[in-house]
Nanobody, 121 residues
Framework: QVQLAESGGRLVQAGGSLKLSCATS????????MGWFRQAPGKEREFVAE????????FYAGSVKGRFTISRDSAKNMVYLEMNNLKPDDTAVYHC??????????????WGQGTQVTVSS
């Protein structure tokens, strides 16, 4: 059974850092791209980051490039999103996602429930 479960979201001040975790089961990283999306109130869902099946290639939205880092721990079946220099515009529910092809272009086969990140100014 496929499961994605995010954690780590909380209230943080602007300029601060946060690391989100996504615990997975039934998701072989070798055949799924992994990624993170976010959705703010009243806004459409937005792509944030993608990690390739090999774990060696990453893609980021322009708004987070240089501040966010996606990674994984294959031994623990975990995917992470490290977020630095957070801004109020980063406030959103963050979702972990998996897709057999690409979370950027054909999202997504599987989704997590999301974790709330709130950045205060």
């Amino acid at each position: 059974q496929v499961q994605l479960a995010e954690s780590g979201g909380r209230l943080v001040q602007a300029g601060g850092s946060l690391k989100l975790s996504c615990a997975t089961s039934g998701i072989p990283f070798s055949i799924y791209t992994m990624g993170w999306f976010r959705q703010a109130p009243g806004k459409e869902r937005e792509f944030v980051a993608e990690l390739s099946k090999s774990g060696t290639t990453t893609f980021y939205a322009g708004s987070v490039k240089g501040r966010f880092t996606i990674s994984r721990d294959s031994a623990k079946n975990m995917v992470y999103l490290e977020m630095n220099n957070l801004k109020p515009d980063d406030t959103a529910v963050y979702h972990c996602a998996a897709d057999y092809r690409s979370v950027r272009t054909s999202c997504c086969d599987h989704w997590g429930q999301g974790t709330q990140v709130t950045v205060s100014s």
